[in-house]
């Protein structure tokens, strides 16, 4: 039977892009969404809100799209797959880690100002959807850059 992994967001990065390449200078991003759900307390009926963050990767020049132009605070549409990471910490503990695989991107929000772009030393130019050309279906064996949150 066939079977689908998708997830969509619509979300804020909790910090600045990381930004790194591989020894074949293939850049990777890793960035943190935050999304928020609001809802309404049962009993008391006041207002609740319960916030998610997400691991979100990308690649090649989706990733320096994402390395260029987004900051903390940003608000970004993802599309990508769930993956589950597993490797051993330095006790030798299984760890797991859920990250989101991203295949489309699209930045919301203003386009960056003149004056933004001064300060970067470039002319912004914004791409408004972005599609990962991925080709491997793996972040890779090493262990995480940040520790699961």
């Given at each position: 039977?066939?079977?689908?992994?998708?997830?969509?967001?619509?979300?804020?990065?909790?910090?600045?892009p990381?930004?790194?390449?591989?020894?074949?200078?293939?850049?990777?991003?890793?960035?943190?969404?935050?999304?928020?759900?609001?809802?309404?307390?049962?009993?008391?009926?006041?207002?609740?809100?319960?916030?998610?963050?997400?691991?979100?990767?990308?690649?090649?020049?989706?990733?320096?799209?994402?390395?260029?132009?987004?900051?903390?605070?940003?608000?970004?549409?993802?599309?990508?797959?769930?993956?589950?990471?597993?490797?051993?910490?330095?006790?030798?503990?299984?760890?797991?880690?859920?990250?989101?695989i991203?295949?489309?991107?699209?930045?919301?929000?203003?386009?960056?100002?003149?004056?933004?772009?001064?300060?970067?030393?470039?002319?912004?130019?914004?791409?408004?959807?972005?599609?990962s050309?991925?080709?491997?279906?793996?972040?890779?064996?090493?262990?995480?850059?940040?520790?699961?949150?």
């Open positions: 039977m066939p079977s689908l992994n998708k997830v969509t967001l619509i979300g804020h990065l909790g910090a600045d990381e930004v790194r390449y591989t020894q074949n200078r293939e850049a990777i991003a890793t960035i943190r969404i935050a999304t928020t759900e609001i809802s309404k307390d049962k009993s008391s009926g006041e207002r609740k809100e319960t916030t998610e963050w997400h691991r979100v990767i990308f690649f090649n020049r989706t990733a320096e799209v994402v390395g260029e132009y987004l900051r903390k605070g940003s608000p970004i549409y993802v599309e990508g797959r769930i993956q589950t990471r597993k490797w051993q910490d330095s006790a030798g503990q299984d760890r797991y880690m859920v990250e989101i991203a295949s489309e991107m699209q930045m919301l929000g203003a386009r960056p100002s003149a004056k933004d772009a001064k300060a970067s030393g470039s002319v912004p130019r914004r791409a408004d959807t972005v599609s050309d991925q080709a491997s279906s793996s972040v890779g064996d090493e262990a995480p850059a940040m520790e699961p949150f």
